[in-house]
């Protein structure tokens, strides 16, 4: 079956420019999540979707990172104005439900760079 | 969710025993312990999970302390292939709940 996928796999672009990454989960997983990873960096957490649930958005650094999930499904993280610091890979994770015993499943993510 | 502290980086020689220790000493009674390991350039990988009892699985045995504030994850032959960061987390059982990550153990096997 597909794993999480994750669009562009590479993505450059130019400091002020706005970017769009795409994320498809696994079907029927209910969570999403989004992480970036700057180079030889842990993973940060940015935000968290689970099913019709209000998104806990506490890891989104400035307002010019937004993220929706439409349908429950497919999840579009956008940065506006991008800046070089915002360069990093960008790393999407679904998990079937919430709860003890569920996995976390991440895609091969978005490397972004900002010139 | 709950801290955990992991050494910043560990050895092995290649096909023995690697021996990964995580500390969670605040863990409460329904969080589980989940470890996940990440390869260099590809996204993290699921190993293993636990709450109270020792586990195994075709990739590595978790055994958690009878107090739970401590595990270690086992690799019982490293391979080459090992040589990745590893990452140990906690979280609770139930409700709506992010998921962070530390900044785990760089695990090197040696040849």
């Known amino acids: 079956g597909a794993g999480v996928s994750q669009s562009p796999s590479n993505k450059v672009t130019e400091k002020g420019k706005d970017v769009e990454l795409r994320c498809d989960p696994i079907?029927?997983?209910?969570?999403l999540y989004w992480y970036r990873q700057s180079l030889g960096q842990g993973l940060e957490f940015l935000i968290y979707?689970?099913?019709?649930?209000?998104?806990?958005k506490s890891g989104l650094p400035s307002d010019r990172f937004s993220a929706e999930r439409t349908g429950g499904s497919v999840s579009t993280l956008t940065i506006q104005r991008t800046q070089q610091e915002d360069s990093a890979v960008y790393l999407c994770a679904s998990s079937p439900r919430t709860g003890g015993g569920e996995k976390l499943f991440f895609g091969s993510g978005t490397q972004l760079s900002v010139l | 969710d709950a801290k955990t502290t992991q050494p910043t980086s560990m050895d092995c020689a290649e096909g023995r025993a690697a021996n990964l220790p995580c500390n969670h000493s605040?863990?409460?009674?329904?969080?589980?312990v989940y470890w996940y390991r990440q390869i260099h350039s590809q996204g993290p990988q699921y190993i293993i999970h636990?709450?109270?009892n020792n586990e195994t699985n075709e990739m590595a045995s978790l055994i958690i302390t009878e107090d739970r504030k401590s595990s270690t994850l086992i690799l019982p032959h490293a391979t080459l292939r090992d040589t990745a960061v590893y990452y140990c987390i906690v979280r609770y059982s139930g409700g709506y709940q992010k998921v962070t990550f530390g900044t785990g153990t760089k695990l090197q096997v040696i040849p």
């Open positions: 979707f689970q099913g019709n649930s209000a998104p806990d």
């Open positions: 079907s029927g997983h209910t969570a």
């Open positions: 636990g709450l109270k």
């Open positions: 605040t863990i409460s009674g329904n969080e589980y």
